[in-house]
């Protein structure tokens, strides 16, 4: 079946201007979690969604960014007024659920450039 | 909040050779520990999970390792192949809705 997909696979934008990043993750997975890859790190946790629960926003980096999932499919991850510090490729991952022992199935990733 | 720490982050072994990655992590009530390998370019993909009840699981080439009373964790790779090699990465997380803490990777090169 299908994978996780995300778009545009890669982005650049110029320094103040706002982004919009896109996952559909795997039919009928309930959970989904955003990470952003900078060049060389570990993956950092930024936010998920466990079906109609509030999500975890605990990994935000700051009030510039925000996302939102319609139900239990697509997901928005929205970067405002960007600063060449959120240059990194954004990782969107889906699970059947939260609540238990699941793999993570991860998506291609957006690669984002501020200039 | 949960802090993973991996070693080595970069590694070379000869094809044939073993290698270990270990991980350490600072959160008691973790009990969900997958390894995660992402080749140039690619998506992180599942290569094994072990859970707090286990002590050690094996798959064919690769197994890990768990000490809670000590709260860390090893990948071993036996009889490594050149298609090993990639970046590896250790996690962490606690059940019931807690996303991954991922440590920062460790790059693996096997060499033919």
């Known amino acids: 079946g299908a994978g996780v997909s995300q778009s545009p696979s890669n982005k650049v934008t110029e320094k103040g201007k706002d982004v919009e990043l896109r996952c559909d993750p795997i039919?009928?997975?309930?959970?989904l979690y955003w990470y952003r890859q900078r060049l060389g790190q570990g993956l950092e946790f930024l936010i998920y969604?466990?079906?109609?629960?509030?999500?975890?926003k605990s990994g935000l980096p700051s009030d510039r960014f925000s996302a939102e999932r319609t139900g239990e499919s697509v997901s928005t991850l929205t970067i405002q007024r960007t600063q060449q510090e959120d240059s990194a490729v954004y990782l969107c991952?889906?699970?059947?659920?939260?609540?238990?022992?699941?793999?993570?199935?991860f998506g291609p990733g957006t690669r984002l450039t501020v200039l | 909040g949960e802090n993973v720490e991996q070693h080595p982050s970069t590694l070379s072994v000869q094809e044939g050779d073993s290698a270990v990655i270990k991980c350490t992590y600072s959160?008691?009530?973790?009990?969900?520990f997958p390894w995660y390998k992402q080749e140039l370019g690619k998506r992180p993909q599942l290569i094994i999970d072990?859970?707090?009840?286990?002590g050690e699981k094996k798959d064919q080439r690769i197994a890990v390792t768990l000490n809670k009373t000590a709260k860390h964790f090893s990948l071993h790779i036996t009889e490594t192949q050149p298609e090993d090699s990639a970046v590896y990465f250790c996690?962490?997380?606690?059940?019931?809705?807690?996303?991954?803490?991922f440590g920062k990777g460790t790059s693996l090169l096997v060499t033919p």
């Open positions: 991952a889906s699970s059947p659920s939260a609540y238990s022992y699941n793999e993570q199935f």
């Open positions: 039919s009928g997975h309930t959970a």
């Open positions: 969604f466990q079906g109609n629960s509030a999500p975890d």
């Open positions: 959160d008691s009530a973790s009990n969900y």
């Open positions: 072990i859970r707090s009840n286990v």
């Open positions: 996690a962490a997380s606690r059940n019931s809705g807690y996303a991954l803490n």
